[in-house]
């Protein structure tokens, strides 16, 4: 009986998660994206690793 129990949930998660990725296919978390390029100083042009902002003051691109 609770094998048939575990077994309902996991499946009624699986069928919430398929309606969900229907329903809002780029519904994706900040987090989870990947971004194409490498975040730059906007006032230098140095690579920005693990900071938002660089020591020169600029913001990244």
Not at 30 to 48: F, T
């Amino acid at each position: 009986m609770l094998f048939k129990v575990i077994l309902f949930f996991l499946l009624a998660m699986v069928l919430v998660a398929l309606i969900g990725r229907a329903l809002f296919p780029g519904a994706l978390p900040r987090v989870m994206r990947k971004r194409k390029v490498a975040p730059v100083c906007g006032k230098c042009g140095r690579y920005l690793i693990g900071t938002k902002t660089c020591d020169c003051g600029g913001k990244a691109k």
